[in-house]
């Protein structure tokens, strides 16, 4: 039995990734699961430590809403989430020893500040993304509800699906998405708002861009 590691950054706000970083280091820092001669953490906790204060820095500077503000958080955080990620899978391969026993597997991940990724059944997408003929667009469209709105985000990170850019909201139930690099491939993500109840994120629906 392997386990997987469930960090959930790309629905995680820049305040929360601080808070949950700093747990994971704290949690790992002395971890006799890890730190060994034979298996000395990889990113080091400093570096992920320095590049949490950096998220923590730039999103201070970004309320002033300048443009450079902003751009120097988004790399801080791309920064953040490849040495979180990367961290991850150091816990992962730690846990999936041959060595380690079935039933300690999950308890090294929970040890290290992490959660275990639960498998679920698939399940059926309730929107899809066509190109258009307008080379860089694509369509989103979703099943359409009576008195919902939708949200509606992408990224070019189709592996781990980090650092989502949001696209306006809807009350229709499509949208089109201008911009992007034709040749590349993206993952959208869609919601739908229907009040008074909550709705989770549904994707990726990934499509290489025409």
């Not at 490849?82 to 961290?87: D, F, H, R, S």
């Not at 899809?128 to 469209?141: C, K, P």
């Not at 089109?176 to 709705?199: E, M, N, P, R, T």
Request: charged content about 20%; some cysteine.
């Amino acid at each position: 039995m392997k386990v997987k590691v469930n960090l959930g950054l790309h629905s995680t706000s820049d305040a929360d990734a601080i808070i949950d970083g700093r747990q994971i280091v704290q949690k790992m820092t002395g971890n006799a699961n890890f730190g060994l001669a034979t298996n000395p953490i990889n990113p080091p906790l400093l570096t992920v430590s320095k590049a949490i204060d950096d998220v923590e820095a730039a999103s201070t500077a970004a309320q002033d809403a300048s443009t450079a503000a902003t751009r120097n958080l988004y790399q801080k955080r791309h920064v953040y989430d490849t040495l979180v990620t990367k961290l991850s899978h150091y816990v992962e391969d730690t846990a999936n020893d041959p060595a380690i026993t079935d039933d300690k597997r999950e308890g090294i991940v929970v040890s290290a500040g992490m959660t275990i990724k639960i498998k679920t059944p698939r399940q059926k997408q309730h929107f899809e993304a066509r190109n258009t003929d307008l080379s860089g667009t694509v369509r989103l469209i979703a099943e359409g509800i009576a008195r919902c709105a939708h949200e509606w985000n992408y990224t070019p990170d189709v592996v781990n699906f980090t650092n989502r850019i949001a696209i306006d909201s809807t009350t229709t139930a499509h949208t089109d998405v201008h911009g992007l690099v034709s040749g590349a491939k993206y993952a959208f993500f869609h919601k739908q708002i229907i009040a008074g109840a909550k709705s989770d994120w549904e994707g990726p629906v990934i499509l290489p861009v025409t």
